[in-house]
């Protein structure tokens, strides 16, 4: 059975890092093929694409917040954390992570974290 | 940075209707092309990857197609379960989402 489960703050300030893990179970991050991905809706918006990782540490980000994402796997804890810093209020969203399967969609998601950035 | 756009954004239809939503990217993408479908507090559903391969379990009421830069998701003869918003997203570049197609019911 395939679970992903996303944690880190509710609540964060203008400026400060934000730091969310995801962890899996049911696969493994060094499986060939196999990757990890963040994605986030803020309120009343759309999906968006944040970072992903993949089994052989291939790195990827969204070119509008590239400067301030960064995504890294740990394989024997099975969990994939993102930072992203410089938080701003319109980072206020609900945060998922999901599997990459073979065909690169996302299979498998996380329940998801809300975060709000507020002073 | 590639866009993905969709159309129509937002839907009316009626049970046992059949609905197309279309996606255009802003480059050739061939068929790095998947579909979500998003309910209201819950977790993205993969539908289909690659254009046109359905997700296991997915009922074979939807069908995904297309290549290059435009593609399609339809659904025929719509259940009540299947309004909801749909997304399409590349993942020949990165990744990208459209920004969603909301079914609803007429």
């Known amino acids: 059975q395939i679970t992903l489960k996303e944690s880190g703050p509710t609540l964060v300030k203008p400026t400060q890092t934000l730091t969310l893990t995801c962890s899996f179970s049911g696969f493994s991050l060094s499986t060939i093929e196999v990757g990890v991905g963040w994605i986030r809706q803020p309120p009343g918006k759309a999906l968006e694409w944040l970072a992903l990782?993949?089994?052989?540490?291939?790195?990827r980000y969204s070119p509008s917040l590239k400067s301030r994402l960064t995504i890294a796997k740990d394989t024997s804890k099975s969990q994939v954390v993102l930072t992203m810093t410089n938080m701003d209020p319109v980072d206020t969203a609900t945060y998922y992570c999901a599997r990459i399967t073979a065909c690169l969609g996302m299979d498998f998601w996380g329940q998801g974290t809300t975060v709000t950035v507020s002073s | 940075d590639i866009q993905m756009t969709q159309s129509p954004s937002s839907l009316s239809a009626s049970v046992g209707d059949s609905v197309t939503i279309t996606c255009r990217a802003s480059?050739?993408?061939?068929?790095?092309l998947n579909w979500y479908q998003h309910k209201t507090g819950k977790a993205p559903k993969l539908l289909i990857c690659?254009?046109?391969s359905l997700q296991s379990g997915v009922p074979s009421r939807f069908s995904g197609g297309g290549s290059g830069t435009h593609f399609t998701l339809t659904i025929s003869s719509l259940q009540p379960e299947d309004f909801a918003t749909y997304y399409c997203?590349?993942?020949?570049?990165?990744?990208?989402f459209g920004q969603g197609t909301k079914l609803e019911i007429k």
């Open positions: 480059q050739t993408i061939g068929i790095y």
């Open positions: 690659a254009a046109s």
């Open positions: 997203q590349q993942s020949y570049s990165a990744y990208s």
């Open positions: 990782i993949y089994w052989d540490d291939d790195k």
